[in-house]
């Protein structure tokens, strides 16, 4: 996608990562699910446009005309690519998720947030070998009435 000039997608969140990943202006022309919040942000962001896509067969050679004319207008303002690079360079500082998730797991109280982390309450309880289970703890709860 580097060498890509823009991008004209349907919005859908692989490409628009891929395309703002390698600093690639969009247009995006949203069909379903996330696709026109994916292209309302990218537009937001100033590193696309949005289009709508054709209703009907009909449509289409029209339509063909005014994706070409957003493609020559994303080309020939560079704050679009400007925008796309800016963009680039955010996610290039982000650390990969394998780094995050073995920095969370180096944190004291065994790396988990809040609710999730384990303490000696909710820590698995072993007894002569093995794990406890439902019953032990259904055991464990009549005991301490």
Same mark, same amino acid.
């Given at each position: 996608m580097h060498a890509a000039a823009a991008v004209v997608c349907h919005g859908g969140s692989g490409t628009v990562l891929g395309?703002?990943?390698?600093?690639?202006?969009?247009?995006?022309?949203?069909?379903?699910a996330d696709q026109r919040a994916n292209g309302t942000m990218v537009a937001r962001a100033g590193?696309?446009?949005v289009l709508e896509p054709p209703e009907s067969a009909a449509?289409?050679?029209?339509? *063909? $005309?005014s994706i070409r004319s957003v493609v020559e207008r994303l080309l020939r303002e560079p704050?679009?690519? &400007? *925008? $796309?690079?800016?963009i680039a360079s955010e996610m290039r500082r982000t650390l990969p998720p394998e780094v995050? &998730?073995?920095?969370?797991l180096a944190v004291p109280g065994d790396g988990l947030p809040g609710p999730f982390r384990r303490t000696t309450s909710n820590a698995p309880a072993r007894r002569s070998g093995r794990?406890?289970?439902?019953g032990d703890i259904g055991?464990?709860?009549?005991r301490a009435r």
């Open positions: 395309a703002l990943g390698a600093g690639v202006p969009l247009i995006v022309l949203p069909m379903m590193a696309g446009l449509e289409v050679p029209s339509k *063909a $005309a704050a679009f690519r &400007v *925008a $796309a690079q800016r995050q &998730v073995r920095t969370l794990r406890q289970t439902n055991d464990a709860r009549s």
